[in-house]
């Protein structure tokens, strides 16, 4: 199934993209559709994702010269921590940084720049305790996930496939007789 929504296309070298990989020498692994490539660009892409800080994107375009991986997907996955969703994750964060440090964390959250100021230091270390755990643990957690339904599919493809191939040898065995 999360094969079929990748589906392997060769980038043909006269399209805008094959134009542009060759004229700024850029990896065509950053582009390619396979379940490594796919599978760390979830993982780099959330990994950052869930971070609280400015220019994700851009510590995305920072990761590319270590680990390779599809750019765009990975940009996407940053784009899950938008200005709609970021105080839900930072919140979800803040409650996991106590519950894993033991705290009872603060009650009566009034969203001003007045309030957090006041409480800031009680706010930012079990934010980035909770940060850390979904940054490192559920990302990769993710990543695994992505391999598991990779292999799968593939396995189950192959199987279909076998299955048809034995129907038809079954079916050309019993016109013969």
């Given at each position: ?26 990896p065509r692994?950053?582009f ?9 660009g ?5 990994f950052?994702g ?14 590319t010269?270590f ?15 938008n ?6 994750m ?5 409650k996991t940084?106590?519950?894993l ?11 001003t720049?007045?309030w ?16 850390a755990?979904y ?10 996930l ?9 396995r ?21 007789s």
């Amino acid at each position: 199934m999360i094969r079929q929504i990748f589906k392997k296309k060769k980038h043909d070298p006269e399209s805008k993209i094959g134009k542009l990989l060759e004229k700024y020498k850029i990896p065509r692994e950053y582009f390619s559709i396979n379940r490594r490539s796919v599978s760390r660009g979830v993982l780099v892409g959330l990994f950052w994702g869930f971070i609280p800080m400015p220019m994700q994107m851009l510590a995305v375009i920072m990761t590319t010269p270590f680990i390779r991986f599809n750019v765009p997907i990975a940009i996407s996955m940053v784009w899950l921590s938008n200005p709609f969703t970021m105080p839900e994750m930072y919140y979800m964060e803040y409650k996991t940084g106590n519950l894993l440090l033991g705290r009872p964390g603060l009650e009566h959250v009034q969203l001003t720049l007045d309030w957090f100021s006041r409480h800031w230091s009680d706010i930012v270390v079990p934010l980035y305790v909770g940060t850390a755990f979904y940054s490192i643990v559920v990302s990769y957690c993710i990543y695994l996930l992505i391999n598991w339904l990779w292999v799968r599919s593939v396995r189950k493809e192959k199987h279909r496939k076998e299955q048809e191939r034995r129907e038809r040898l079954r079916l050309q065995n019993t016109d013969e007789s």
